[in-house]
């Protein structure tokens, strides 16, 4: 079973609707977790990060389920600029400072909005 | 700010060839890595390194070693490439100011064919 794990997709969906993509990491230990957007064959940026039981920012809702160990996120009123490849990463080191190592990354989901 | 360079862009080697890639950051993050991404896989790390003077292996470390001579720079060598290194590759520095804010800023990527 991989670490982080992620529905690859594609997930093709028109302007202005709602999608939802689902993560799950295997590390019950797991402290922090990040959504990370990336254009295609440019470099991963920072979206949302997740360190409670979720977050919100605009229309990008981030939502943490530790129990059944996953993490969604929840793109409402869909935008053509959306279309990108979504990766999920997960920290098993912690939250502490001390650690760098494991940033865990899950292979991407690819959404493309189609107008 | 210039954030996180990478050169260079595109390379193509024949096997046996060596080669350096080099990262720069100058925002004086402790933390820099050295990703590749393949088709369906995602990020895998290869090194990493908590600070000048300092590095460890990742989790596919094997064909590649790395320097850390100063703060800003991270290196990272193929002494003897081979085609299962074709790949495109990321550098990324850490920031962390917080339990609860960090983010990796990422370089533009390499993209290296070896044939």
């Known amino acids: 079973r991989k670490e982080v794990e992620q529905d690859p997709g594609p997930f093709n969906v028109p302007e202005g609707a709602t999608v939802a993509f689902n993560c799950t990491y295997s590390n019950s230990a797991s402290q922090s977790f990040f959504w990370y957007r990336q254009d295609c064959r440019k470099e991963p940026k920072l979206l949302m990060s997740v360190y409670s039981s979720g977050n919100e920012d605009g229309r990008f809702t981030a939502q943490l389920n530790r129990a059944s160990q996953y993490i969604s996120l929840l793109i409402r009123d869909s935008k053509l600029s959306d279309s990108a490849t979504y990766l999920c990463?997960?920290?098993?080191?912690?939250?502490?400072?001390?650690?760098?190592?494991?940033?865990?990354f899950g292979s991407g989901t690819q959404l493309t909005v189609l107008p | 700010n210039a954030g996180v360079t990478q050169t260079p862009k595109f390379r193509v080697l024949k096997t046996g060839q060596s080669m350096t890639l080099l990262c720069a950051q100058d925002m004086n993050h402790e933390y820099m890595y050295w990703y590749r991404q393949d088709p369906g896989m995602g990020l895998r790390l290869i090194h990493y390194?908590?600070?000048?003077?300092?590095?460890a292996k990742g989790e596919v470390p094997d064909g590649y070693n790395v320097s850390r001579l100063k703060k800003q720079n991270f290196l990272l060598g193929l002494e003897s490439a081979a085609p299962s290194q074709t790949s495109v590759y990321f550098c990324?520095?850490?920031?962390?100011?917080?339990?609860?804010?960090?983010?990796?800023?990422f370089g533009s990527g390499t993209q290296l064919s070896v044939l």
């Open positions: 990324a520095s850490r920031f962390r100011d917080s339990a609860t804010n960090e983010k990796l800023f």
């Open positions: 390194s908590v600070g000048e003077g300092t590095t």
């Open positions: 990463v997960v920290n098993d080191g912690g939250i502490s400072s001390g650690s760098a190592r494991q940033l865990t």
